[in-house]
């Protein structure tokens, strides 16, 4: 669910109507640097953010192949051992489904999953110089998931140990039919298992 508040750089209109596409243009998005609310995240972790319009299948190549230590024109790359996912909004079930196909890619991964809420802000003009401008902020509901080749503290809210998928071995087109799936969503049954942050 999404919060909705107005402020106007003009007099103060209450309530402030909806901005008008028609009328109104939007001129600037923000969106707040929310601390991820997982305890303990290294500075320099990998992290990956996914929006509603992000490609799945590219995502899941870079990732995977950072945690395999593949790519990059250097075969000896050190593998990355751990990598945060974060989304918002529409963006929610898309990072839940980049994060199941990732685990089933990466065998062992311990996740940690947290819920939060962050804070968009955007500003609207109208074309008209008697109009004021108005200032929109939004709430929206994000999500955190760490994936982590070291062990996670299992008392922690959220916490879910590593599964064993029954996975066929890779005949050349296995790796591009799991990729395949990205658009299938998983994420019912992933957010069942989801703890927010208390």
Known sequence: MEHHSFSSSGPLVSPAPQPNKATFRRTSRSEGNGVCPIPGIPADILRMRVKEGSKIHNLLQFVSNRMQGRGGGDSTRTPVRQVVFTGSGRGITKTITCVEILKREVEGLHQLSKLHYKTINEIWESPQQEA???TVETTVPAICIL?????????EPGYQPPHTF?????DGGGHRDLLRTADRSTSQHAAKRLCPNS
């Not at 994936?147 to 008392?155: A, F, G, H, M, T």
């Not at 029954?166 to 890779?170: C, I, N, R």
């Open 132 to 134: 004021a401008a108005l």
């Open 147 to 155: 994936l982590s080749k070291d062990p996670l503290d299992p008392q």
């Open 166 to 170: 029954s996975v066929p071995e890779d």
